[in-house]
């Protein structure tokens, strides 16, 4: 069995995946002060992002998505000396409660699911898909892999806990960043889908967005977030729009 002491021997190594983050990076890596290795895989920056890192104590490394998020996940737990790592991107947050929970978190677990409590322009969003949001973001070093290049997953072995402390995220700064983002993830999606076989038809075009800002917005009640509930929505929807409007884009493509 576990104790207190195994716990505190525990190394905890926290992977920062990043990409111009400079407007966001300094929060990230303040919130992780406490872990015992910080590790910032960096996609290519063109802005400040890595003078920033180097401010902390960070060990820095270049490596390109290039589509895919999960590569760029596994090469960072390639890098990583703890027996456990915590996945942290560079507009989320570790509160000290969370903080201090991670490190008793060593159990007979494999690893565990944490909520996030998603933030837009100053205003959380307690509704809509974001608000039950869990990621399997802590787990034992050798206890599994990423996969899927795009909403990539971590596919750990073993018993999996979930910890009670949120952690918090701080996406978007503005609309142009949230389309920005949209357009590049929904490519991303589209071909992952499109390797998989997957077809769209003018129906599931115009089906898929729909039902999700109908679900976001009314049956999660995202309505009750006031404007930000209601951009949220319609982004959400836009992303589900493009993902199969591309997908359908590709499957005439390949018939030309």
Known sequence: MNTAYDTMLSMISAVILTHNSEQTLIP????LSWSDERIVIDDESIDKTVV???KFKTDIFTHRV?????AQRNFGLSKAKGDWVLFIDSDEIVTKELAEEIQFAVSAREGY?????????????????????????????????????VHEVWMVEGEIGQLTSPLLHYPHPNVAQFLEEIN???????????????????????????????????????FLDGTAGVIAAIMMSFHSFLTRAKLYQAWNRSHL
């Open 28 to 31: 990230t890596l303040e919130s």
């Open 52 to 54: 920033i890192a180097k």
């Open 66 to 70: 290039a589509g895919d998020f999960a």
């Open 113 to 149: 699911y944490i909520k996030r409590n998603d933030y837009m322009w100053g205003r959380e969003l307690k509704h809509g898909e974001t608000a039950n949001v869990k990621l399997l973001r802590l787990a034992k070093k050798d206890a599994g892999s990423w996969t899927r290049p």
């Open 184 to 222: 590049t993830y929904s490519s991303l999606n589209a071909q992952y889908l499109y390797s998989q076989k997957v077809r769209a038809n003018w129906l599931d075009i115009l089906a898929y967005p729909a039902a999700k800002f109908f679900r976001n917005y009314f049956y999660h009640m995202g």
